[in-house]
Nanobody, 124 residues
Framework: HVQLVESGGGSVEAGKSLRLACVPHLYAYTTACMAWFRQAPGKEREGVAEMHIENGTPYYADSVKGRFTISIESASKTLYLQMNSLKPDDSAVYYC??????????????????WGQGTQVTVS
């Protein structure tokens, strides 16, 4: 069983930064793809950034390239999303996701079975 718990959301002014964290509990996978998604009201869930635990190569949506950084703390497998130069369009509920994988990773939400509860990010 995999449980993901996000934290770090909040309300900030445009141009400011936030860092989200996703702590995996009862983590049974030694290898996995982990990712951040977001969903604004009335919009589909959008992939933001992904990284495989083993190869560590990040991939970003065009809308966040150069502003957001995804990382994984190796010992605890805590997933982070550093968000800089935030814009009002970044406002959404942010979710972390994880899926057992031996190399593949994706920003397609259908790839993932395990999701966190979400954390709200509001940029004004």
């Amino acid at each position: 069983h995999v449980q993901l718990v996000e934290s770090g959301g909040g309300s900030v002014e445009a141009g400011k930064s936030l860092r989200l964290a996703c702590v995996p509990h009862l983590y049974a996978y030694t290898t996995a793809c982990m990712a951040w998604f977001r969903q604004a009201p009335g919009k589909e869930r959008e992939g933001v950034a992904e990284m495989h635990i083993e190869n560590g190569t990040p991939y970003y949506a065009d809308s966040v390239k150069g502003r957001f950084t995804i990382s994984i703390e190796s010992a605890s497998k805590t997933l982070y999303l550093q968000m800089n130069s935030l814009k009002p369009d970044d406002s959404a509920v942010y979710y972390c996701a994880a899926e057992r994988s031996w190399g593949l990773c994706s920003l397609d939400p259908k790839f993932f079975r395990h999701w966190g509860q979400g954390t709200q990010v509001t940029v004004s």
